[in-house]
């Protein structure tokens, strides 16, 4: 067990508990830390933005812990508030459905509605592909393009396909803000399609992206554009079901036009 960080984590806890800032002497005679012990794991926690300093020499918690529960909160209220969306996506392209987290530069498959065709794109849930490569992870990375540091240049090849220019990656990225949805032209597996547009939370946050997938015979270009207005209508309904307002959050929004 680390000690450090079991005794930061303690110093935080307690902070968090308080109604009032709280000072070195009192955090260590409260929590049975020598002074100099306190006093680092309180810088240690100023320096990593979860506490901050005030006049007078006391604590208190940033809202860096309100970020960080309501993301947690928001992948776990997703998943049960689109499972409605995802269904009436599904019956009416009868195309498998995705919602997909970003994890770095990666895309997890968090819930998934089947494609009642014969011929269907494979997947799992908690599946992983390459964001760059997949609808929904385009969808992704155009509101969160801070995880583009975790790619190189040129990317990977998948398909004859894939994108692998950075430089042309953030285009399309562009082009994604302004279309409100994101396509994938067979750039992760030959011959499989898709079409994604990003859900934001109650925060204003993409916490999500809805998608369909399906094989490119049934997934041609006329098709995805026949079907764009129903994914990018789901995901606006889905982030208003998640306490979304675009009204309300547009000042605090980076600059893109929703599809129309």
Same mark, same amino acid.
């Given at each position: 067990?680390?000690?450090?960080?079991?005794?930061?984590?303690?110093?935080?806890?307690?902070?968090?508990?308080?109604?009032?800032?709280?000072?070195?002497?009192?955090?260590?005679?409260?929590?049975?830390?020598?002074?100099?012990?306190?006093?680092?794991?309180?810088?240690?926690?100023?320096?990593?933005?979860?506490?901050?300093?005030?006049?007078?020499?006391?604590?208190?918690?940033?809202?860096?812990?309100?970020?960080?529960?309501?993301?947690?909160?928001?992948?776990?209220?997703?998943?049960?508030?689109?499972?409605?969306?995802?269904?009436?996506?599904?019956?009416?392209?009868?195309?498998?459905?995705?919602?997909?987290?970003?994890?770095?530069?990666?895309?997890?498959?968090?819930?998934?509605?089947?494609?009642?065709?014969?011929?269907?794109?494979?997947?799992?849930?908690?599946?992983?592909?390459?964001?760059?490569?997949?609808?929904?992870?385009?969808?992704?990375?155009?509101?969160?393009?801070?995880?583009?540091?975790?790619?190189?240049?040129?990317?990977?090849?998948?398909?004859?396909?894939?994108?692998?220019?950075?430089?042309?990656?953030?285009?399309?990225?562009?082009?994604?803000?302004?279309?409100?949805?994101?396509?994938?032209?067979?750039?992760?597996? $030959? +011959? @499989?399609?898709?079409? %994604?547009?990003?859900?934001?939370? /109650? *925060? &204003?946050?993409?916490?999500? !992206?809805?998608?369909?997938?399906?094989?490119?015979?049934?997934?041609?270009?006329?098709?995805?554009?026949?079907?764009? $207005? +129903? @994914?990018?209508?789901? %995901?606006?309904?889905?982030?208003? /079901? *998640? &306490?979304?307002?675009?009204? !309300?959050?547009?000042?605090?929004?980076?600059?893109?036009?929703?599809?129309?």
């Amino acid at each position: 067990m680390d000690s450090t960080l079991l005794k930061g984590l303690t110093v935080l806890e307690h902070l968090a508990a308080s109604d009032e800032p709280r000072g070195v002497s009192e955090i260590a005679r409260t929590l049975q830390l020598t002074k100099s012990n306190a006093h680092r794991t309180l810088q240690t926690l100023t320096a990593a933005g979860y506490v901050r300093a005030l006049p007078g020499g006391t604590y208190e918690c940033t809202l860096k812990l309100f970020e960080l529960a309501s993301a947690v909160l928001a992948r776990v209220d997703v998943r049960r508030v689109a499972e409605p969306h995802m269904r009436a996506l599904a019956d009416a392209t009868q195309e498998t459905i995705h919602l997909s987290l970003l994890d770095r530069a990666e895309v997890i498959y968090l819930h998934k509605m089947e494609s009642p065709q014969p011929v269907r794109a494979y997947s799992s849930i908690g599946g992983r592909a390459p964001a760059y490569c997949v609808a929904s992870g385009k969808a992704l990375l155009a509101y969160q393009e801070e995880a583009l540091r975790h790619l190189s240049d040129p990317l990977e090849a998948h398909t004859s396909r894939t994108i692998t220019s950075l430089d042309a990656l953030r285009r399309e990225l562009e082009q994604v803000r302004v279309q409100g949805f994101a396509i994938n032209r067979g750039e992760w597996r $030959e +011959g @499989v399609c898709g079409l %994604a547009s990003i859900v934001h939370d /109650a *925060l &204003g946050k993409p916490v999500a !992206a809805i998608g369909i997938s399906g094989p490119a015979a049934r997934l041609t270009p006329a098709a995805l554009r026949d079907f764009s $207005e +129903g @994914v990018v209508d789901t %995901a606006r309904t889905l982030s208003r /079901a *998640l &306490g979304y307002n675009p009204i !309300a959050m547009s000042s605090r929004r980076a600059p893109s036009r929703e599809f129309a």
